[in-house]
DNA sequence: ACTGATCGATTATACGTATAAGCAGTTGAT
DNA sequence: ATCAACTGCTTATACGTATAATCGATCAGT
C-alpha cells in the first residue's frame, strides 16, 4: 500500500486534485468556498496525507532546503543554541534547515553531492567553499552560498566573520594587564584546528609582538614537556578551554602555580571552566547578530532582495574575557 | 540561467534524454556504445550537470534518504566518529544521511515533517517515536524506523539499546569493589535527561538497594548545598562527568577529600576525565556494533530482507569502568 | 535469401505537485 | 434586459528523471 497521494484526497472528498492543493496550502488567490475546504482537509486528515516534498521541489523549481554541511560537530550548548534558533527562524520563512555529514568528500565533490538536493541556500566552512565548488553550487541554482567562521572576508562568497586574530589579541590584552609580559599561545597539532591556532597565535602577537608559538599535540606527554620547561612564559594563551585545562594540570603537576608563576587564558568559555579549580579565565566570541537577523539576510538574499557579493560580511563575533582566577 | 538538465546534456551529445540517463547511471541492463558513452560524459562534465534529487526521487519512488533527527548534538568524539562512520557506509550503499532539527515539533508533527522527504529510513529517539508518528512514517513509505537510545525494547519499533540501568549497576559494582557501602546517585533536574538519570540511578538500586536518589540542577550553589550535608554518602555515582566535576569542584571546596571520604564515579569518559586532579574515574559505554554491521542491518530492512519487528534489539552497548583517581 | 537474435539507440510514459487558464452559474450595475 | 464581474470549481500542463517498450540495422545460422 502506497502512501497517499493529493489525487487520492481528492477523490475522497469529491473534488479535484487542484482543489485539494489549493486548499492544503491555502494559495492566496485560490477561490474555495468554506464547506468544500472543510471535506478536503477532513478527508486528508483521515487518509492520513502528507505532501511529497520531492513533488513539490520539482513542481516549484526550489526544495526550500538550507545545507548546513558541518565538517565537525559544533559542541557546547552555545552552538547547539544557535542551531536550534536558526532552525526555528528558517522554519517560519517556510525553509527547512538540513544538517549534512560529507567530510569525506572534498571540493567540487562534496559541493556536487550538495547541488543534488537543489538547496537555496548553502552555509559551508569557507575552506570547503572553494573557486569550482561555488561555482557549480552557483550554476546549480543555489541562491546564497555563504562561507562560516571566515578569518578574512572572502573573493567568492560572503561570509560570517569569526576573526581569530581578535580573538588572541583580546586574550594577550588581558593577560597585558595583569602585568605579564613574556606571552606565548599554543597551537594545537591536530589537523584541520591547526589554522584557528595560528590566527589566534598572529592575534596575540599583534598586542604582544614576538609572542612565542608554542606547538602542542592533545596530549599528557606533551604538556608535561612543556610544563618541565625552565624558561616558561608567565602568560599563556591556551587556544582553547580544553588545552587550557591540559596545561593547567600539567603545570600543577610539575608544582607550577597558576596564575602566580604563569596566568592562563582558554577561550569558548566552556561549562567546566567555571567548575575547574582555580576557576579558568576564558575568552569568548558572541555573536553580533542573533540567529533571527541572520536569517532575515539570508532570506533577503535568496529573494534577490539583498547583494550578495563577495566580500560581504554578514555578521560578527565580538570577543570578551570573562574574568575568573587563571589570569 | 537555470541549471543544466539531462535533456541540455543529451542535445549537447546529440543523442536522446533516456541515452544520457543509462549512461551517467550506467543502469544494468543498458547497451550502449563506448564512443557514445564517452560523448554523453564528456558533455555532462562541460555543462556542469547534476542531477536533480528531487525528480530522482519522484521517479523512482524513493528519496534514498536516511534522516537523523537528533534534538540533541550528539557531543563528544566518540559520537561524532559514530556518525562519520555511519554516513559513508550509508553512501556506500548508495544512501544519504541527512541531520534534521525539528526541535520544537512534537509527535505527530514532527514526524509529518519527516515524512515530506520520503525517507528510506528514520533513526530517531525512542521517546519521540509515538505511536501516532511511527504509523504515519509507515505509512508515508519509511521502510525503517528505528528508536535509539532506548533503555528497554519498543512494543512499537526495533531499537538501538543503551541501558542506562546497565550503566548505572556497572558503576555501583566498581564502588562497591572499592568497599563503599552508603550508596548514591545523581539524577540531574534537567528536562529531557532526567528520565535518563532515574535509569542510571535505578541500575545503582539494582546493585545496592536503597541507594540515595540526588535530585540536583546543574548550578554551584545546589552542588554548594549537597557537599555541606553531614551525611554524605560514601560512594557517588555523578550521572556523567560533568556534574561529576561541578559536584567534586565542591566538595573539594567544602574541605571534603575525593576519593578518601567519598568516592566518585563519572560517565562518558569525556576528554576531560583524564585531565582533571584528581583523575575522573567514568564509566563509558562502547556500541558491540560497529556502524558498519548497523548500517548492513538497517539495508536489509529497506530492502525487505530482514524482519523489522517491534521488539527487535539491533545493537547493544557495554558498559565499562575507566579506572583513575577519583574512585 | 529468409528468419530470429543481438546491438544501439529512440520514443513514450509516469511519478505527485502547483498553478495558469478555462468554464459554468450567479450576482451586480446600468 | 444586458453585459460585465465575480464565485467556485475543473481541466490541462510542466517540472526532470528512470525505465519499459519499441524499432531500425547488423549479423549469425540454416
Redesign the pocket.
Known amino acids: 500500500m502506497?502512501?497517499p497521494?493529493?489525487?487520492d484526497v481528492?477523490r475522497a472528498a469529491?473534488?479535484?486534485?487542484?482543489?485539494?492543493?489549493?486548499v492544503?496550502?491555502d494559495?492566496p488567490?485560490?477561490?474555495?468556498?468554506d464547506?468544500?475546504?472543510e471535506r478536503v482537509k477532513e478527508a486528508a486528515a483521515r487518509l492520513g496525507?502528507?505532501?511529497?516534498a520531492s513533488?513539490?521541489a520539482?513542481?516549484?523549481?526550489h526544495s526550500g532546503l538550507v545545507l548546513l554541511p558541518l565538517s565537525q560537530a559544533r559542541t557546547g550548548r552555545l552552538a547547539q543554541n544557535l542551531l536550534d534558533a536558526m532552525e526555528e527562524a528558517l522554519r517560519e520563512r517556510g525553509y527547512t534547515l538540513v544538517q549534512y555529514g560529507e567530510r569525506r568528500l572534498k571540493g567540487a565533490a562534496a559541493a556536487r553531492s550538495w547541488a543534488e538536493l537543489r538547496p537555496v541556500a548553502v552555509l559551508a566552512e569557507v575552506d570547503r567553499l572553494t573557486r569550482p565548488a561555488v561555482d557549480l553550487l552557483k550554476s546549480s541554482g543555489v541562491k546564497a552560498v555563504i562561507g562560516l567562521s571566515a578569518e578574512r572576508p572572502s573573493p567568492l562568497v560572503p561570509v560570517l566573520m569569526y576573526d581569530h586574530e581578535a580573538l588572541g589579541a583580546c586574550a594577550a590584552e588581558h593577560l597585558v594587564s595583569r602585568g605579564r609580559t613574556r606571552l606565548a599561545a599554543v597551537v594545537p597539532r591536530e589537523r584541520g584546528i591547526d589554522r584557528m591556532g595560528v590566527g589566534r597565535w598572529r592575534g596575540v602577537c599583534r598586542v604582544a609582538p614576538g609572542a612565542e608559538r608554542i606547538d602542542l599535540a592533545f596530549s599528557e606527554e606533551e604538556a608535561a614537556r612543556f610544563a618541565s620547561r625552565t624558561d616558561l612564559p608567565d602568560g599563556l594563551f591556551a587556544y582553547n578551554d580544553e588545552y587550557a585545562m591540559l596545561v593547567i594540570s600539567a603545570l600543577h603537576d610539575a608544582g607550577v602555580r597558576v596564575p602566580e608563576d604563569i596566568a592562563v587564558v582558554g577561550a569558548d568559555d566552556l561549562v567546566i571552566a567555571g567548575l575547574m579549580r582555580p576557576r579558568l579565565t576564558s575568552v569568548r566570541a558572541d555573536s553580533t547578530t542573533t540567529p533571527g537577523e541572520l536569517i532575515a539576510m539570508i532570506d533577503e538574499i535568496v529573494r534577490g532582495e539583498r547583494a550578495a557579493g563577495p566580500g560581504v560580511v554578514l555578521s560578527g563575533y565580538v570577543p570578551r574575557v570573562v574574568v575568573r582566577e587563571t589570569a
Open positions: 502506497k502512501p497521494t493529493s489525487v481528492a469529491g473534488v479535484s486534485q487542484a482543489t485539494v492543493s489549493y492544503l496550502n494559495s488567490g485560490a477561490r474555495v468556498g464547506e468544500t475546504r496525507y502528507v505532501p511529497h513533488a513539490r520539482l513542481r516549484t523549481g
